[in-house]
């Protein structure tokens, strides 16, 4: 949480940090799997001896290419804001003060609840987000924006 921690206002903190779910790494393993797969096979031809080299490579590529897409995605909670990073060179974000969020949604398929991700829509006044894709345990997320706004929203006792 970098980008969070470095650019927490005064008197903020972080309640609740997320990423994108595992999930997010099965398709790029995949597609880098049959890649290693076939440059293995290419290994056998004397003639293809060149994809021995070339297909594992890309192979190699397509994850790292997903693990950075997992990676460069940041979603926080403090107890003033709703942050969202996205990116690694290029960097995207999205801020959203708890006193005007009016909603939180979350969409998950049987699948999704088993293995614990899903979509987070968060919606605040004069517009909404959109949807943010395989969250990781999006439930505790909403949650935890909940809390937070209902700790803000709440009257001080003394």
Not at 14 to 35: C, D, K, M, S, Y
Not at 47 to 59: E, F, K, N, Q, T
Not at 80 to 109: A, H, N, P, W, Y
Not at 113 to 131: D, K, M, Q
Request: glycine share 10%; proline share 3%; charged share 20%.
């Amino acid at each position: 949480m970098r980008y969070v921690e470095e650019n927490l206002t005064e008197g903020e903190r972080i309640i609740h940090t997320t990423r994108r779910h595992w999930i997010v790494l099965v398709g790029p393993a995949f597609a880098a799997g049959l890649l290693v797969l076939s440059g293995i096979a290419f290994a056998f031809n004397k003639d293809l001896r060149i994809g021995a080299l070339i297909m594992p490579s890309l192979g190699a590529i397509v994850f790292f290419w997903g693990w950075v897409r997992r990676r460069g995605f940041e979603f926080a909670v403090t107890n003033k804001r709703v942050i969202c990073r996205k990116g690694i060179v290029s960097v995207s974000t999205d801020e959203m003060f708890l006193d005007k969020i009016e909603s939180v949604l979350v969409q998950q398929g049987i699948l999704e609840r088993w293995l614990g991700f899903g979509s987070v829509t968060v919606r605040g006044i004069g517009g909404s987000w959109e949807p943010f894709q395989n969250i990781a345990d999006p439930l505790l997320l909403r949650r935890r924006i909940q809390e937070q706004i209902e700790h803000r929203t709440s009257p001080v006792t003394a």
